[in-house]
């Protein structure tokens, strides 16, 4: 027999052909041709088409022939999957008439009042008319009337008689917010976008439609007339009102910021934006902003504005006096990259304390956040399951609830929620496991052990048995398929031991080894911060003081030689005399430590304390010495976001008064303390972190500036936690002084306290408290901010009514609350979907707040 | 107004069994509301929307779609004349007419007794029997203008007991007996 | 003269036919017990062999529709379109009202044929008589064992539901009668890739069928394809219903053999005639949407195929007798204001344009015509109906836009451009052509 040689397999062709306008080109399979034509530069007019909702082809302006079994027809490219050897003219006579006709159409009861409208000079329909449309109306007749913009909710107006019915702001409330609180109503001509009676558009994503409408029908209240299109100057940055890091433009008129539009960034936030995101700059033009130094001669004497130089060698000087055990860091978490790198180095270079938290015990510890396997937010669209085991995420991180939702319901990833209560995820879950408060680990464990083949038969940690094995069987599937389960981990409840979420998250990791955590904290740049060192016994770059010493000592001379203390740890020596001097860096100890009492002690004992701060609050009212800091979109820098993904934050406006960013406040103390970091510019310190900091070595300036990386720079965050070693050098080779650069090596093990059991069984007539964040509360920024000031819901404790008639009250009568630690009096409100025994209390909604009533025992 | 009394909250049920997706028994609770009302009130629509598991809103697009939906309270009687092509041809719209003279309103609007709310339909299906008007959705064919007149006065009497007032449906339903159900399945 | 052909018409006149015991006294449900006798796939094919085509409208081949169901895919459904409401049509409500078993049974071998999870009857919202007699006739079947479970015995079960609509015609387009059945706005799905058959109801393969379609069922089982085929011609068979109305003598609903009648023995022989002895001066050959006929197509059979080659359509059997009196400008304005009343507003061109033309004709017959006005209908027309041909080519997602442009509006003014010209010059009619007692303040704008 003979061999016969078989013919090379041609390679395959994973692409489909298209010929537009006589040219071909490679368009993906299931690509839409709207889409194709507009990636291979053919514009196609579109309004009602948008690329992350679903195609409904309404307003057929994007009309072309496409050709097909009967020849060339007219076809709506936005509803077109391309087809192999499709051919496309979207410039026939045929095609012009059709798009123009539609443009006359739309124009027909259109007011065309363009010179008054927000939209004008940005405006889809606008443009098209200039360039496409027809001239002058052959409209003689009546336009449709309707009332001039009403409100459909306290940020958005919608003017009924702009709008085109394109069927945008509906489909994204339902599709994207899963809000569907505006709807099309009436019929064929009289049809209108509009709310059910007295039920308005209160959604967390209200402003998004303003910004997806092609025409001026939906403006922001916080925005409208404002500022015309045309006199806007833009920059693209990072919103910083949460860890999501939502891409951004800000816009500003007259150094003064207008809007903020969100960008379509894939990994992050797919253009959306929350409200808060969206509307709180207004508080970067707050009037309360602090705008000059000012210096108290001593505790409680009358504040005097300072120059910058006297106030800062006010601050040397003192600080000067103390031993660095003495000197405490608390706050930070909200700063760039660049400012948090300046400040460890003040405080761990310089001054050599260790004293230093970005968290204020409200949070997890440094090890438990970069300890875990990391998960990216694109892993929630691929995850064979999703665990919720923190906040409510609606609340806290609003954008990450949307890519949850996209994965919950477009990718029908399944979802398990651990909750005391419902939260705004609970309807996106397959389970939603309600354990008692205090006992998240127990029934964390109860579901791992559930997903390894053993159900639960009873309660478990309150927490229904047939909840606890459904939740198992959905970690059980994805363990079978071998996929990633990513458990979103946060704090569930402030009232609750961050330890028992740690404890809880780490019993699901040993049930599957494709566990992957994304850490859900709320403040924007935590990630950075702990990055950057900001943490008792870290050095940057993630690494242990033992561990980083060589290396830090070769780049900054010396660093802390033993481990610090956490913020409560600072506060309970300040309060017993040991701590003297205390610098709040954007921090309100009073408002979100989780032991009021112990704040109140600590401020008013400690012997100097400084606080830098762009708004002021409770903490730093009477600090000794108070520095204004420059803000969000007042400087520049780089933020890391939740995933670990490093974007520019750009500067748009003028700072208030005298504010400075932190980055130069630090580093003139340093210089005053005899330090010159050599810092002239904000990228020098990009520069140098990229250049010292082993986490960051891509994270240079010029990198974060190329298109390739308009999404930011994905930290190398491995599937086990970093630690750093310097490396002796290999036999033979001569010993060199420069450090190796530190290398990868096992996981370090992440050190809690066991929980289980810590919590008392209470009598049947105590109740357990449960105490977690909602989007708009006492915060400074949200209280600065007019338009979202007014939604923020005054504090009460919720009960279910069952617990409220058990008492012989009624909702709405004031109640004592009463723990341990302190008491408190709110308003009742009756909340039936708690479960009972247990009272809500929102976090910082009351001047007294809900940290009276808890330590961090 | 109102939300579904007992009675109806059962009808609703049973209309929620029919369907393999809650939502489909939305138009047919719309006309329960409307039968139990006179119109269709926002109250009831807000229980439908519990009850077919959507928004507020949702059934409110839904419902200001169709026509035979009222939203505020309208005549006892809606007189519907057709003045579509068929009806038009043989006097449609001098029945119109006659109809707004002697009613003393025009199109769209309630006598002030709330007796009469008078309509321009389109096309009744009913072509063959022109010009014909509907009252509370029941047929009168071949309609004279002396015709029309007694009608009014019959009604006005109370003499039309086979017209029930507006908003009532069918005087049968259709009710499967649990006995009989092949078991309409979820989807 | 040719006499009516009594096929699905029989009960019609029967006192007690539209009770079970009425229906069963004359033969009821025996087609049934037949059917559930063969295979699933030989009812289909015995409805492919007696080619009967859609009476809803489009005139499609039911077992061809049928065929389309994808393999294997379940549920699927079959939803029966009683929503008549196009301009002239009724029959479906006789159907109803007169002979409901007639249906059930129809429903009930369709429903074997295509092995349907569940059926619904969606009857128009304004005929709560055609309700009560359909609520009255499923509650007696259900109880009697013909729907339900084990029907007739047999291990086969289904439910069939009676669904009430709220007055939309749109909703007689098969997408968007979907739509509503699933609780939502009655708007239409675009197709592709929104066909019933692969994607319907809760996205599910789906039948759409007009009432009086099923209707024939029952007969085409008992009789065989072949007798069913014996009436008619070869490419239109069996029987339809045709309601004709406007200025014969008597109107009436006539069931006649498909395809060989001419309208000149409906108007003439079945309807005594034009009333007071007139001329045709045109007619409508297939509902408000189709484009009109005039005097010189009376002998014109009623066969799908030549009346479409004639540029207009057989559509819903519905037939509108105009005499020489009819005034042409308002007759089309009736119909272009339909449809702008009807349009569910999704379209653009469909929701401004057929509103614009409807004001347009408002301002003529008003006396406020412009010489341009005309020439502005026609291009505004043509924007909704690219070329103003038959079928109409569109610019939006279902044909009821189109119908406003390329049907009436065009024909009349076609053929009666005087018409057009003697209102705009003198804001009146020809005189001696006089239609209704038009009062702006009676007809609010749609
Ligand atoms: C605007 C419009 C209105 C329609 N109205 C009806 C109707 O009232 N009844 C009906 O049976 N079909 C109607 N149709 C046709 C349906 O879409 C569908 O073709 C038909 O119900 C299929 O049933 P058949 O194949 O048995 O005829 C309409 C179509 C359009 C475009
Ligand atoms: S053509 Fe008219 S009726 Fe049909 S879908 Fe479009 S807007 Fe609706
Ligand atoms: S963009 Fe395609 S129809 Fe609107």
Redesign the interface.
């Given at each position: 027999m003979t061999d016969i040689a078989a013919a090379p397999e041609a390679p395959k062709k994973t692409t489909l052909t298209v010929t537009i306008d006589g040219a071909p080109i490679e368009a993906n399979p299931g690509e839409l041709l709207i889409a194709a034509a507009e990636r291979t530069g053919t514009y196609i007019p579109r309004f009602c088409w948008h690329p992350r909702m679903s195609e409904?082809?309404?307003?057929?302006?994007c009309?072309v022939e496409v050709s097909g079994p009967r020849g060339m027809?007219?076809q709506?490219a936005c509803?077109q999957p391309v087809a192999e050897g499709m051919v496309v003219d979207t410039k026939s006579a045929?095609v012009k008439?059709?798009q123009?006709?539609?443009l006359?159409?739309?124009l027909?009861?259109h007011p065309l009042d363009c010179p008054v409208c927000d939209k004008g000079g940005e405006c889809p329909l606008q443009d098209q008319t200039l360039t496409f449309g027809p001239g002058e109306s052959?409209?003689?007749?009546e336009k449709r009337h309707n009332e001039k913009p009403i409100p459909i909710s306290d940020l958005v107006l919608l003017d009924r008689e702009r709008c085109?019915?394109c069927d945008r702001c509906t489909r994204f409330s339902k599709e994207v917010a899963g809000?569907?609180?505006?709807?099309?109503?009436?019929?064929?001509?009289?049809?209108e976008v509009?709310?059910?009676?007295d039920?308005p558009f209160a959604s967390y994503f209200s402003g998004n439609v303003v910004q997806i409408c092609p025409v001026g029908a939906l403006t922001a209240s916080p925005y409208r007339f404002a500022a015309r299109p045309w006199d806007l100057d833009q920059v693209e940055s990072t919103c910083t009102s949460c860890a999501v890091g939502c891409r951004v433009v800000v816009q500003s008129s007259g150094d003064q910021i207008t809007r903020l539009q969100g960008v379509d960034s894939d990994p992050v936030n797919w253009g959306w934006l929350c409200d808060k995101g969206r509307f709180d700059f207004e508080s970067v033009s707050s009037p309360s902003r602090l705008s000059a130094p000012v210096v108290r001669a001593a505790r409680g004497a009358a504040a005097e504005k300072v120059s910058w130089s006297v106030a800062n060698n006010r601050i040397a000087a003192a600080l000067r006096s103390y031993d660095p055990s003495q000197i405490g860091f608390i706050g930070g978490a909200r700063l760039t990259n660049e400012d948090q790198y300046a400040y460890v180095r003040l405080a761990k270079q310089v001054l050599r304390t260790d004293n230093v938290d970005a968290q204020l015990g409200d949070g997890l510890t440094a090890d438990a956040w970069l300890g875990f396997p990391r998960a990216t937010i694109d892993d929630l669209g691929t995850a064979g399951a999703i665990v919720l085991l923190g906040p409510d995420l609606k609340e806290e991180l609003p954008v990450l609830f949307l890519r949850l939702r996209d994965a919950a319901t477009a990718k029908r990833v399944p979802v398990v929620e651990f909750a005391t209560g419902p939260t705004g995820s609970t309807p996106y879950t397959a389970a939603s496991v309600r354990y008692r408060p205090g006992e998240v680990a127990v029934a964390a464990k109860a579901v791992a052990a559930a997903a390894a083949g053993n159900p639960a038969e009873r309660q478990i940690g309150g927490a229904e048995s047939d909840v606890i094995n459904a939740a198992g069987a959905v970690l059980a599937k994805a363990m079978a398929a071998g996929k990633k389960i990513v458990v979103v981990l946060g704090r569930g409840s402030m009232a609750e031991q961050s330890a028992s979420f740690v404890e809880a998250a780490l019993s699901l990791r040993d049930a599957s080894s494709h566990t992957v955590v994304l850490p859900a904290m709320r403040r924007s740049n935590l990630h950075g911060a702990l990055d950057m060192g900001m943490s008792p016994g870290l050095l940057p770059g993630r690494v242990t003081q033992s561990e980083g010493a060589t290396w830090y000592a070769a780049h900054w001379g010396s660093t802390p030689t033993s481990v610090g203390l956490d913020t409560m740890g600072m506060l309970a020596a300040a309060a017993a005399g040991t701590l003297k001097a205390l610098v709040l860096l954007g921090a309100d100890p009073l408002a979100d430590c989780p032991d009021r009492a112990l704040a109140e002690a600590a401020l008013s004992k400690v012997e100097f304390l400084v606080a830098v701060d762009t708004l002021p609050n409770a903490s730093n009212a009477h600090a000794d010495v108070i520095l204004p800091a420059a803000g969000f979109a007042e400087k520049s820098g780089t933020t890391t976001n939740l995933e670990g993904r490093v974007t520019a934050l750009s500067s748009k406006v003028t700072a208030v008064g005298t504010a400075r960013p932190d980055w130069m406040i630090a580093s003139e103390l340093a210089l005053i303390l005899g330090v010159d970091f050599g810092y002239e510019l904000v990228g020098d310190i990009t520069a140098d972190i990229a250049a010292v900091v082993p986490t960051h070595a891509g994270a240079t300036p010029d990198a974060l500036g190329r298109s390739a990386n308009a999404d930011g720079i994905l930290l190398p965050v491995p599937e086990v936690a970093l630690e750093l070693l310097g490396v002796a050098p290999a036999d033979g080779a001569e010993a060199s002084d420069e450090p190796a650069v530190p290398t990868l090596a096992v996981p370090r093990p992440i050190r809690v306290r066991s929980t289980e059991g810590v919590v008392p069984v209470p009598d049947s007539y105590s109740l357990r408290l449960v105490t977690s964040r909602v989007l708009y509360d006492l915060g400074s920024i949200v209280q600065s901010s007019p338009s979202l000031a007014k939604l923020a819901r005054p504090a009460t404790v919720r009960l279910h009514s069952g617990e409220i008639e058990r008492h012989a009250m009624h909702p709405g009568d004031l109640v004592r609350v009463v723990s341990q630690h302190g008491e408190l009096t709110l308003p009742m409100e009756a909340d039936d979907h708690l479960p009972r025994g247990v009272a809500f209390i929102a976090w910082n909604t009351s001047a007294s707040g809900a940290n009276m009533l808890i330590n961090d025992a | 107004m109102a939300r579904f009394s007992p009675a109806n909250l059962e009808r609703a049920k049973e209309l929620l069994s029919h369907y393999p997706r809650p939502k489909s028994a939305t138009i047919p609770m719309c006309h329960l509301a409307q039968e139990q009302d006179g119109y269709l009130a926002?109250d009831a629509?807000g229980h439908i929307a519990e009850l077919v598991g959507?928004?507020?809103?949702?059934?409110?697009?839904t419902a200001?779609?169709?026509?035979m939906f009222k939203f505020h309270p309208v005549g006892t009687y809606v007189v519907g004349v057709c003045t579509n092509i068929a009806c038009l041809l043989v006097g449609g719209e001098e029945l119109l007419d006659h109809a707004s003279d002697s009613l003393g309103i025009r199109p769209g609007a309630t006598t002030p007794d709330g007796l009469f709310t008078l309509e321009e339909m389109e096309c009744l299906a009913a072509c063959t029997e022109a010009p014909c008007l509907q009252v509370n959705y029941r047929y009168e064919n071949k309609v004279t203008h002396e015709g029309f007149d007694r009608l009014v006065a019959d009604l006005r009497a109370g003499k039309r007991t086979d017209i029930p007032r507006h908003g009532t449906l069918g005087g049968v339903r259709q009710s499967i007996p649990a006995d009989r159900r092949a078991g309409v399945k979820a989807i | 003269m040719p006499a009516p052909t009594k096929m699905i018409s029989t009960r019609w006149d029967q006192a007690d036919g539209h009770t079970l015991d009425g229906y069963l006294r004359t033969g009821g449900y025996e087609a049934l017990r037949k059917a559930l006798a063969m295979a699933p796939d030989a009812v289909v094919d015995e409805v492919k062999a007696a080619n009967l085509a859609g009476r809803g409208g489009a005139g499609f081949p039911c077992g061809t529709k049928w065929g389309f169901l994808p393999k294997d895919v379940f549920p699927r459904y079959l939803v029966v379109n009683g929503d008549e409401s196009e301009p002239g049509t009724y029959k479906d409500r006789i159907l109803l009202e007169r002979d409901p078993h007639q249906l059930i049974e129809g429903v009930l071998i369709a429903s074997w044929a295509i092995k349907a999870e569940q059926a619904f009857i969606y009857i128009r919202g304004e005929m709560p008589h055609a309700h009560e007699r359909m609520a009255a006739a499923l509650n007696e079947a259900y109880a009697a064992g013909y729907i339900g479970k084990n029907i007739c015995g047999t291990d086969w079960s289904m439910d069939v539901v009676l669904h009430w609509g709220a007055g939309?015609y749109i909703v007689g387009e098969e997408t968007a009668l979907i739509e509503s059945l699933e609780g939502n706005?009655g708007m239409p799905r675009?197709k592709p890739?929104f066909f019933p058959a692969s994607k319907g109801l809760y996205m599910q393969p789906t039948v759409v069928n007009n009432v009086e379609t099923l209707a024939n069922l029952p007969w085409i089982i008992t009789n065989g394809a072949a007798a069913f085929t014996s009436f008619g011609n070869e490419k239109n068979t069996g029987t339809r219903l045709f309601a004709v109305s406007g200025h014969v003598k008597n109107p009436g609903v006539f069931e006649v053999e498909f395809g060989t009648t001419t309208f000149r023995e409906l108007f003439y022989d079945f309807c005594g005639g034009i009333r007071s002895d007139r001329r045709v001066k045109a007619f409508i050959p297939g509902g408000g949407s189709a484009p009109w006929f005039f005097e010189e197509d009376l002998d014109t059979p009623l066969d799908a195929g030549v009346v479409g080659g004639k540029g207009s359509m057989l559509g819903s059997g519905a037939i509108v007798a105009m005499d020489e009196t009819t005034d042409m400008v308002k007759a089309a304005w009736r119909i272009v204001k339909f449809f702008?009343?009807?349009?569910?507003?999704?379209?653009?061109?469909c929701?401004?344009?057929t509103?614009?033309m409807e004001?347009?004709y408002r301002?003529i017959l008003d006396g406020e015509g412009?010489p341009e006005d005309v020439s502005?209908l026609l291009d505004v027309a043509?924007?909704?109906s690219?070329g103003l041909t038959w079928p109409p080519?569109?610019?939006?997602?279902c044909p009821l836009g189109p119908s406003a442009a390329a049907g009436a509006l065009v024909s009349s003014i076609r053929r009666f451009p005087a018409e057009y010209e003697h209102y705009i010059v003198h804001g009146r009619p020809v005189d001696g052509l006089s239609t209704g007692v038009y009062r702006p303040s009676l007809t609010p704008a749609?």
């Open positions: 409904v082809g309404m307003c057929r302006m009309l027809s007219l709506p509803m045929t008439k059709a123009d006709g539609v006359e159409f739309l027909v009861n052959r409209f003689v007749e085109i019915l809000d569907p609180l505006i709807h099309f109503i009436n019929r064929g001509n009289h049809t509009n709310t059910f009676p039920d | 926002e629509m959507c928004s507020n809103a949702e059934v409110y697009g200001t779609f169709y026509e | 939309a706005r675009l890739p702008a009343k009807e349009s569910c507003g999704k379209c653009s061109p929701r401004e344009g509103n614009w004001k347009i301002r412009r502005l043509d924007n909704i690219p080519r569109q610019t939006t997602i749609s």
